[in-house]
């Protein structure tokens, strides 16, 4: 994309002018708000707000549970991509589309349903409720449903880079000699880590501020189970106005790196497929 | 991001002779299956399960509720601002992100991305922060008698901003894609700006369009955490369907709850079958472009 | 080029300021609209009082009112209001809510409370304990709540309203054991038995709260999963929602528990003057929290399981219903709301030391 094109395609200023007009109105000063606020606080402030050991436990909390799901979701959403691309079966097309449930469900009613389900009494917590296995309420609840919302991103990063493999690098391999395990460790998993990695990455960046799904689902105990927008939440209700902005805007500073991680992975998947 | 993901084109027939052994694929095909059965399918089928503990008349019933219908009115309200908007702005800053270049662009498309990592939660205090009555604008808007947060508007800003890279990021890595030489073919052949825009740009991303839109009205009617702090929970007022669900619920009213969410839960199997529907449409629009479209495009196009 | 960007910026503005409008324009037309504020378990109540305040006031003025309700943790309610959430009238769980309206706003007067008879509480109510259905741990007063094996379920002090009363009684009841008098409290010659007893319920109230598995935000998240979800042993609750969850969800699978020490609560009402006087409402706003301590007023209150401050007009049956308990005050254990909520439940207070150390 050169230069050139600004003198023959019209629209330029109009559009650009809208597209930085509603940035602008709608990210970018609004977000620059928060950071004024905290600003007041200063950076000592801050930085006394966010290592208190309640706000700690909620950071460790929702980034390993969310850490932990990522890792979980680059499993299974390996596996079923890859039973997408490369199997025929029965209700292929409906597990393709279901996969997208997750992030077509509103959260809250993706967090009543797995409420429901795994509380002692619902249809999956009374199977394991005998087994000494508490899911709904502990950590392991959170877990769950930050796996629940992650797994589409995963899977859908991963379909396009699994259909664009090169079938005669694999080919090659199996003449070689190699295993299917090593084709898939050796070749497979070299070419698609990037789409692996950027969907993971985006799996945990969602779990990280995700709230409506999971604070049903969570026992909300501070130091135990409170996450992090819960926390928010909880120091607005408390009127500690420069607490919740002071979280908040660590929170989108985290937001912001990780998206420039993407967008740096991203970057290496597409120089990785021009490579190839 | 689903959406950022983009290009999800109808899977090809798997490569022969490269496969797993018979018994492996099974197992995978099976495991899979589990998958998609215990995470996927279990929750939605809990929604409707609860929703028709009470029998069909409870159910129904629930719907006849006043402050139920509110919500129903409300929800639909919003996403007829934010998604129309989203539209306008994706559309104009695909147009100016993929068909110029100028620097800052990155930027500028991680500015757009930016909404999709930030908590809802952290979303909702932002508004607060700027329109609340201790906000940056509180006094002034107070002054003229104007209600942003706690009313509608509120919740409408909210829900554009958590929808806000849906449409956008649909079409650009499209649009990028396409590049811009039949732009400049049609208006070689004399057609202005706006009609190169409607006949030729908009006709070739319009699957991505609609994809995008699909998704954004999705988002837009489900969002719960941003919008539950803008609003005031003012029932048959300020509640839309993700609230009213959690309303309900706090009333012990849990088949009206999940008779509410059970709608909810429709809109998204009916988002996915529309989904699945343009992804198939598009998987077809594209292997037609590269054929017919680039012989019979120009002639069409010389007729204005 | 700059005016075909500014033609859609201009129809966004006019589209945003148009709803804007739409959202903040309150005609003082008939019929009139009220805003009530409201903490968790008064759903049921207000809803009887808001359908007998808009008959009474059709038959007295001839004018219609709809009254509008928002229901949530008493703190976060709060919240709202002191960030434009433009209520005519609060009624909130305790009075330290409201006086953290009057001290971040000036939407209303910050001697609000003594507006109206009984510190402006037209009902008063308790903390209780919900069980299963036999009481299958046997429990009967505080001291069985910390036996092995109990699992208590009360929400968040920090956001809650009613979580407080729960905590301050819990506190309260372990002065009462160990002091016998509470008037002690204010004797300094006493001052190291009240230490002791300070201390005492300070080792209460932790051991409590490390039995707790789930933290609600409000009263009603916890009776849900107290309820629903089936978690916890025993709900410590609201008297008027122990009584409902026992009598209308399951009937038969709850059973209301009284301690013999608990608090007197007293959840305060107000009209927020800024926001009445702005929607034109301040005269019906101030009949309809009158309507209260009507006997009609009364008599719902009752029947909803609260406690009326004038009992002679509620029906005999519903007051059959509240056992006689030896309740305490906050004026007079913890030297009211200001103090309890800085000694207690503010940041780096009591309650976050101990869940601070019960990890």
Same mark, same amino acid.
């Given at each position: 994309?050169?230069?050139?094109?600004?003198?023959?395609?019209?629209?330029?200023?109009?559009?650009?002018?809208?597209?930085?007009?509603?940035?602008?109105?709608?990210?970018?000063?609004?977000?620059?708000?928060?950071?004024?606020?905290?600003?007041?606080?200063?950076?000592?402030?801050?930085? /006394?707000?966010?290592?208190?050991?309640?706000?700690?436990?909620?950071?460790?909390?929702?980034?390993?549970?969310?850490?932990?799901?990522?890792? +979980?979701?680059?499993?299974?959403?390996?596996?079923?991509?890859?039973?997408?691309?490369?199997?025929?079966?029965?209700?292929?097309? +409906?597990?393709?589309?279901?996969?997208?449930?997750?992030?077509?469900?509103?959260?809250?009613?993706?967090?009543?349903?797995?409420?429901?389900?795994?509380?002692?009494?619902?249809?999956?917590?009374?199977?394991?409720?005998?087994?000494?296995?508490?899911?709904?309420?502990?950590?392991?609840?959170?877990?769950?449903?930050?796996?629940?919302?992650?797994?589409?991103?995963?899977?859908?990063?991963?379909?396009?880079?699994?259909?664009?493999?090169?079938?005669?690098?694999? /080919?090659?391999?199996?003449?070689?000699?190699?295993?299917?395990?090593?084709?898939?460790?050796?070749?497979?998993?070299?070419?698609?880590?990037?789409?692996?990695?950027?969907? @993971?990455?985006?799996?945990?960046?969602?779990?990280?501020?995700?709230?409506?799904?999971?604070?049903?689902?969570?026992?909300?105990?501070?130091? #135990?189970?409170? +996450?992090?927008?819960?926390?928010?939440?909880?120091?607005?209700?408390?009127?500690?106005?420069?607490?919740?902005?002071?979280?908040?805007?660590?929170?989108?500073?985290?937001?912001?790196?990780?998206?420039?991680? !993407?967008?740096? &992975?991203?970057?290496?998947?597409?120089?990785?497929?021009?490579?190839? | 991001?689903?959406?950022?993901?983009?290009?999800?084109?109808?899977?090809?027939?798997?490569?022969?002779?490269?496969?797993?052994?018979?018994?492996?694929?099974?197992?995978?095909?099976?495991?899979?299956? !589990? !998958?998609?059965?215990?995470?996927?399918?279990?929750?939605?089928?809990?929604?409707?399960?609860?929703? *028709?503990?009470?029998?069909?008349?409870?159910?129904?019933?629930?719907?006849?509720?006043?402050?139920?219908?509110?919500?129903?009115?409300?929800? %639909?309200?919003?996403?007829?601002?934010?998604?129309? @908007?989203?539209?306008?702005?994706?559309?104009?800053?695909?147009?100016?992100?993929?068909?110029?270049?100028?620097?800052?662009?990155?930027?500028?498309?991680? &500015?757009?991305?930016?909404?999709?990592?930030?908590?809802?939660?952290?979303?909702?205090?932002?508004?607060?922060?700027?329109?609340?009555?201790?906000?940056?604008?509180?006094?002034?808007?107070?002054?003229?008698?104007?209600?942003?947060?706690?009313? @509608?508007?509120?919740?409408?800003?909210?829900?554009?901003?958590?929808?806000?890279?849906?449409?956008?990021? /649909?079409?650009?890595?499209?649009?990028?894609?396409?590049?811009?030489?039949?732009?400049?073919?049609?208006?070689?052949?004399?057609?202005?700006?706006?009609?190169?825009?409607?006949?030729?740009? %908009?006709?070739?991303?319009?699957?991505?369009?609609?994809?995008?839109?699909?998704?954004?009205?999705?988002?837009?009617?489900?969002?719960?955490?941003?919008?539950?702090?803008?609003?005031?929970? +003012?029932?048959?007022?300020?509640?839309?369907?993700?609230?009213?669900?959690?309303?309900?619920?706090?009333?012990?009213?849990?088949?009206?709850?999940?008779?509410?969410?059970?709608?909810?839960?429709? &809109?998204?199997?009916?988002?996915?079958?529309?989904?699945?529907?343009?992804?198939?449409?598009?998987?077809?629009?594209?292997?037609?472009?590269?054929?017919?479209?680039?012989?019979?495009?120009?002639?069409?196009?010389?007729?204005? | 080029?700059?005016?075909?960007?500014?033609?859609?910026?201009?129809?966004?503005?006019?589209?945003?300021?148009?709803?804007?409008?739409?959202?903040?324009?309150?005609?003082?037309? /008939?019929?009139?609209?009220?805003?009530?504020?409201?903490?968790?378990?008064?759903?049921?109540?207000?809803?009887?009082?808001?359908?007998?305040?808009?008959?009474?006031?059709?038959?007295?003025?001839?004018?219609?009112?709809?009254?509008?309700?928002?229901?949530?943790?008493?703190?976060?309610?709060?919240?709202?209001?002191?960030?434009?959430?433009?209520?005519?009238?609060?009624?909130?769980?305790?009075?330290?809510?409201?006086?953290?309206?009057?001290?971040?706003?000036?939407?209303?007067?910050?001697?609000?409370?003594?507006? %109206?008879?009984?510190?402006?509480?037209?009902?008063?109510?308790?903390?209780?304990?919900?069980?299963?259905?036999?009481?299958? #741990?046997?429990?009967?007063?505080?001291?069985? *709540?910390?036996?092995?094996?109990?699992?208590?379920?009360?929400?968040?002090?920090?956001?809650?309203?009613?979580?407080?009363?729960?905590?301050?009684?819990?506190?309260?009841?372990?002065?009462?054991?160990?002091?016998?008098?509470?008037?002690?409290?204010?004797?300094?010659?006493?001052?190291?038995?009240?230490?002791?007893?300070?201390?005492?319920?300070?080792?209460?109230?932790?051991?409590?709260?490390?039995?707790?598995?789930?933290?609600?935000?409000?009263?009603?998240?916890?009776?849900?999963?107290?309820?629903?979800?089936?978690?916890?042993?025993?709900?410590?609750?609201?008297?008027?929602?122990?009584?409902?969850?026992?009598?209308?969800?399951?009937?038969?699978?709850?059973?209301?528990?009284?301690?013999?020490?608990?608090?007197?609560?007293?959840?305060?009402?107000?009209?927020?003057?800024?926001?009445?006087?702005?929607?034109?409402?301040?005269?019906?706003?101030?009949?309809? &929290?009158?309507?209260?301590?009507?006997?009609?007023?009364?008599? *719902?209150?009752?029947?909803?399981?609260?406690?009326?401050?004038?009992?002679?007009?509620?029906?005999?049956?519903?007051?059959?219903?509240?056992?006689? *308990?030896?309740?305490?005050?906050?004026?007079?254990?913890?030297?009211?709301?200001?103090?309890?909520?800085?000694?207690?439940?503010?940041?780096?207070?009591?309650?976050?030391?101990?869940?601070?150390?019960?990890?």
């Amino acid at each position: 994309m050169t230069r050139r094109h600004v003198g023959v395609l019209p629209g330029f200023g109009p559009t650009l002018g809208i597209t930085v007009f509603m940035v602008s109105a709608v990210v970018v000063i609004p977000l620059m708000g928060l950071f004024v606020r905290s600003a007041g606080l200063g950076f000592g402030g801050v930085w /006394e707000t966010v290592t208190t050991p309640r706000v700690l436990a909620a950071f460790r909390l929702s980034f390993g549970a969310s850490l932990i799901a990522a890792a +979980i979701n680059a499993v299974i959403g390996f596996l079923v991509a890859w039973t997408l691309v490369r199997y025929e079966f029965p209700g292929k097309r +409906i597990v393709d589309a279901l996969v997208d449930l997750p992030f077509a469900l509103p959260t809250a009613v993706s967090g009543i349903a797995l409420t429901a389900l795994f509380a002692p009494q619902g249809w999956v917590g009374r199977l394991l409720a005998p087994l000494g296995l508490p899911v709904a309420f502990t950590p392991l609840g959170v877990t769950l449903a930050l796996i629940f919302i992650g797994l589409p991103f995963v899977v859908r990063t991963l379909q396009p880079a699994l259909m664009d493999l090169d079938a005669e690098v694999e /080919e090659a391999a199996a003449v070689l000699g190699a295993g299917r395990w090593q084709i898939l460790g050796r070749v497979v998993l070299p070419t698609v880590l990037p789409a692996l990695l950027t969907g @993971v990455t985006l799996a945990f960046a969602r779990a990280v501020g995700e709230y409506g799904s999971v604070v049903f689902i969570s026992g909300n105990m501070p130091h #135990k189970t409170e +996450i992090v927008p819960l926390l928010i939440v909880a120091k607005l209700e408390q009127y500690d106005y420069a607490g919740a902005t002071a979280i908040g805007a660590v929170m989108l500073v985290l937001s912001f790196a990780i998206l420039l991680a !993407v967008n740096l &992975l991203q970057g290496w998947t597409g120089r990785h497929r021009e490579g190839n | 991001m689903a959406g950022a993901g983009g290009g999800h084109r109808a899977a090809p027939r798997p490569r022969s002779g490269m496969s797993e052994p018979a018994p492996v694929r099974r197992l995978l095909i099976a495991a899979t299956l !589990v !998958v998609a059965g215990c995470v996927l399918v279990l929750p939605l089928a809990s929604v409707f399960a609860e929703a *028709l503990r009470g029998g069909l008349g409870a159910y129904l019933a629930s719907f006849r509720d006043p402050e139920a219908l509110a919500a129903i009115r409300l929800t %639909l309200l919003v996403a007829a601002i934010a998604v129309p @908007v989203n539209v306008l702005f994706g559309l104009s800053a695909a147009w100016a992100i993929a068909k110029f270049s100028f620097p800052g662009k990155r930027l500028l498309i991680t &500015l757009i991305d930016l909404p999709y990592a930030v908590s809802p939660v952290v979303s909702g205090l932002v508004y607060i922060m700027i329109y609340g009555a201790n906000g940056v604008f509180g006094p002034w808007l107070a002054a003229h008698d104007l209600q942003v947060i706690f009313a @509608v508007p509120g919740i409408v800003l909210a829900t554009i901003f958590v929808t806000f890279p849906f449409v956008a990021r /649909e079409l650009i890595p499209l649009m990028e894609e396409q590049g811009t030489e039949q732009e400049q073919a049609a208006m070689t052949l004399g057609a202005s700006g706006w009609q190169t825009f409607r006949r030729v740009t %908009l006709p070739n991303v319009r699957w991505a369009l609609l994809y995008g839109v699909i998704l954004c009205n999705a988002r837009a009617m489900g969002e719960f955490g941003a919008v539950s702090v803008v609003s005031g929970h +003012i029932r048959g007022k300020t509640a839309t369907m993700p609230l009213q669900v959690e309303i309900l619920y706090n009333e012990y009213n849990h088949v009206a709850a999940f008779a509410v969410a059970s709608l909810l839960a429709m &809109l998204a199997l009916v988002t996915l079958v529309a989904k699945a529907v343009v992804e198939r449409r598009a998987g077809a629009a594209a292997a037609q472009i590269t054929t017919t479209e680039v012989e019979t495009e120009p002639q069409r196009r010389e007729a204005p | 080029m700059k005016i075909r960007i500014l033609v859609p910026a201009a129809v966004l503005a006019l589209i945003v300021g148009a709803i804007a409008m739409s959202g903040a324009a309150r005609t003082a037309s /008939e019929p009139i609209e009220l805003l009530n504020v409201s903490y968790d378990p008064t759903r049921e109540l207000y809803r009887d009082v808001n359908e007998a305040f808009a008959a009474h006031w059709l038959a007295k003025t001839g004018q219609a009112v709809t009254v509008h309700q928002s229901h949530g943790g008493a703190g976060k309610q709060a919240r709202a209001v002191i960030d434009g959430l433009q209520a005519d009238v609060v009624t909130l769980a305790l009075a330290y809510d409201i006086d953290a309206i009057a001290k971040h706003t000036s939407n209303l007067p910050t001697d609000w409370q003594k507006r %109206l008879p009984h510190n402006s509480s037209p009902y008063t109510s308790t903390i209780v304990f919900l069980v299963r259905k036999g009481n299958p #741990k046997h429990i009967r007063d505080w001291d069985d *709540l910390l036996r092995p094996g109990v699992a208590i379920v009360t929400p968040n002090p920090k956001t809650s309203g009613g979580a407080r009363w729960n905590y301050l009684a819990a506190w309260g009841y372990v002065l009462r054991r160990e002091l016998g008098d509470l008037s002690e409290l204010h004797d300094p010659a006493a001052a190291a038995e009240v230490a002791a007893a300070e201390a005492a319920a300070l080792t209460f109230v932790s051991d409590l709260y490390a039995r707790v598995p789930v933290f609600d935000s409000g009263a009603r998240g916890s009776t849900n999963t107290f309820v629903r979800n089936g978690i916890g042993d025993v709900l410590l609750a609201w008297e008027n929602e122990a009584f409902l969850a026992a009598a209308e969800l399951g009937a038969g699978e709850f059973e209301v528990v009284v301690p013999s020490v608990s608090i007197l609560a007293e959840p305060p009402v107000t009209v927020v003057d800024h926001w009445a006087r702005e929607h034109g409402t301040l005269e019906v706003a101030q009949a309809y &929290l009158e309507f209260l301590y009507s006997p009609q007023g009364q008599r *719902l209150a009752a029947r909803h399981y609260y406690r009326p401050v004038s009992p002679e007009h509620a029906d005999a049956t519903d007051l059959a219903r509240f056992p006689a *308990l030896d309740l305490i005050t906050v004026d007079d254990v913890f030297g009211g709301w200001q103090q309890a909520q800085r000694v207690h439940f503010d940041d780096g207070g009591v309650f976050d030391r101990i869940t601070a150390g019960g990890r």
